[in-house]
């Protein structure tokens, strides 16, 4: 991770801006993409969660 | 084959792998590039971004369909990469970069599910990467010619399809469930648990040991490793909470105020990446039948945490003081979050599935 990292250390200063802004873009779609469906799996999950818990009957019932 | 094996040979094939992507940029990516002084470096960030930003998506893909070969395949495009003509310079870093993301999703993925609780498994199978990649990154001093890695990288992507991969996965990844000590929502367990993964990558990019040239720059990835393994193993034996605190509180101060000193920076290194396992683990919590995802997730917040880097933030007197108020936060925020009780659920999952033997 630390040699890539060294990379952009030499690359940054000279690098043109459009390269560095389509960089920014690119992590910006992966990670906001990666947010939006981390926000859909938490309700996927939490919506599992909720109507296993109301289909299980108590234990005081069985 | 048992499950520990098959992780073992998941470790050595990441570590064969990020050594052939290592190779492959610096070596005959960066000779496709010809003398230009920039677009090796923009190729490999482009790479970095890439690799990692992918992951989630295939994650997602591969907790909806675990039949597939990922792993196999992720080894097969990268081995591709390396062997396709100089001309297909750029063609070839995202074949590369695809086919990694691929292979280190199936990876972290598999190892999360089948840790069983114990954060020393999948800590195997994340730190050979590191490691990998710096030595590789060397390829340059030995004028290896361009076939090596990319027969190379058929090697792993062989050992992993007889070995490891497999096709029965637990439904739900409940191993790690009481690593965490409050009774959270799963959102807000989800969100803190990233901020120490941010306050790593965020250190880890930004502090750079001084005089560390030619093959001493193996030494900050080789400790950092060091810190991964030992991290997991301590966070089996003493807790996650114990072990995040005391790799936070040792870190803070050596790469803070002692990153004039090469060693004690290497040092520092290894103790910052010794929460990462358990970050890694307590991923799954929140999603439960998402292990590949979750991974995805945490690769993708390591690339947020590297931002600053990324874009030319260099070391200086602020820098430092950002990276000591984000290592005090990350060290709060573990104390707060993660329990000491993951040993003993381990243990007695262990007893029940194994019969004892670990």
């Known amino acids: 991770m630390n040699h890539l990292i060294y990379l952009a250390f030499s690359l940054a200063p000279q690098t043109p801006s459009w390269i560095l802004w389509s960089a920014f873009a690119l992590i910006l779609v992966l990670g906001g993409g990666a947010g939006v469906l981390s926000a859909f799996l938490l309700r996927d999950e939490a919506r599992i969660r909720s109507k296993r818990d109301t289909e299980t009957p108590p234990r005081d019932s069985l | 084959m048992t499950r520990k094996a098959a992780l073992l040979t998941e470790a050595l094939s990441h570590l064969l792998l990020s050594f052939v992507c290592g190779l492959f940029l610096f070596g005959s990516f960066a ?23 992918l992951r989630p998506f295939f994650g997602l893909i591969l907790d909806e369909y675990p039949r597939l070969h990922a792993q196999t395949a992720g080894c097969v495009l990268v081995g591709i990469a390396c062997l396709l003509p100089v001309a297909w310079g750029w063609g070839a870093l995202l074949t590369a970069a695809v086919g990694y993301a691929l292979f280190l999703t199936g990876a972290g993925g598999e190892s999360l599910a089948f840790a069983r609780g114990f954060f020393s498994r999948s800590a195997l199978v994340f730190a050979g990467g590191l490691l990998g990649m710096s030595i590789g990154t060397l390829a340059p001093l030995w004028g290896l010619p361009r076939v090596i890695p990319g027969l190379l990288a058929f090697l792993p992507g ?108 290497c040092l520092g290194f ?20 998402h292990p590949h995802f979750a ?43 993660y329990s000491d009780h993951c040993k003993l659920f381990a243990r007695s999952f262990l007893h029940r599935e194994n019969g004892g033997r670990r």
Not at chain 2, 45 to 53: A, D, H, M
Request: net charge positive.
């Open chain 2, 31 to 53: 000779q496709s590039m010809g003398n230009d002084a920039v677009l090796p470096g923009t190729g490999g960030v482009f790479f970095w971004i890439l690799t990692c930003g």
């Open chain 2, 158 to 265: 062989g050992a992993v399809f007889f070995f490891a991969e497999t096709r029965k996965y637990p439904r739900r990844i409940r191993s790690f469930r009481h690593s965490v000590s409050r009774n959270l929502p799963k959102g807000a367990v989800l969100g803190l648990n990233l901020v120490p993964l941010l306050a790593i990558s965020f250190t880890a990019a930004l502090i750079v040991p001084s005089d560390f040239d030619g093959y001493f720059r193996i030494f900050p990835a080789l400790f950092s490793t060091a810190g991964v393994v030992a991290g997991g193993y301590v966070a089996d034996r003493f807790g996650p909470r114990k072990a995040a605190v005391i790799g936070f509180s040792v870190a803070l101060p050596l790469l803070t105020v002692f990153t004039h000193i090469p060693w004690l920076c």
């Open chain 2, 270 to 289: 290894g103790a910052l990446f010794v929460p990462l396992s358990v970050v890694l683990g307590t991923s799954t919590i929140s999603l439960s039948t």
């Open chain 2, 295 to 337: 991974f995805g997730l945490c690769s993708v917040a390591l690339l947020v945490g590297q931002l600053p880097a990324l874009f030319g933030l260099h070391i200086t007197a602020t820098v430092r003081i950002l990276a000591a108020v984000f290592l005090t936060v990350a060290l709060a925020v573990s104390a707060f979050l």
